[in-house]
């Protein structure tokens, strides 16, 4: 499963991880959500080890949705050293996010 990321814990497992880090932004009730949510938990487990997979509720936690300006969901940020070097906005197959991810590896 991928990790639950908060307003409160944002900053020490993104922006300080020594991996690269996904970050899915999703809502309860967004059905394009509900369709990449599955994906996500599923590169999980395929990077254990190599990267941080997570996902931020927006609903939950709007001061890290205002600041990486998300206005659509899903969105998917990739960050490695902190930063924000990758992204995806809307539902995807499962290659395109793995191919971005590998990318930062």
Request: aromatic letters at 8%; charged letters at 25%.
């Amino acid at each position: 499963m991928a990790l639950e990321i908060t307003d409160a814990n944002f900053e020490e497992v993104v922006l300080k991880s020594d991996k690269p880090v996904l970050v899915d932004f999703w809502a309860e009730w967004c059905g394009p959500c509900r369709m990449v949510g599955p994906i996500v938990d599923e590169i999980s487990k395929d990077y254990e080890g190599k990267a941080l997979v997570g996902k931020v509720n927006v609903d939950n936690n709007p001061q890290i949705s205002t600041q990486f300006g998300i206005r659509n969901i899903p969105a998917l940020l990739f960050f490695k050293n902190g930063e924000v070097v990758d992204k995806q906005v809307g539902a995807v197959p499962k290659s395109v996010l793995a191919g971005k991810l590998d990318a930062q590896l």
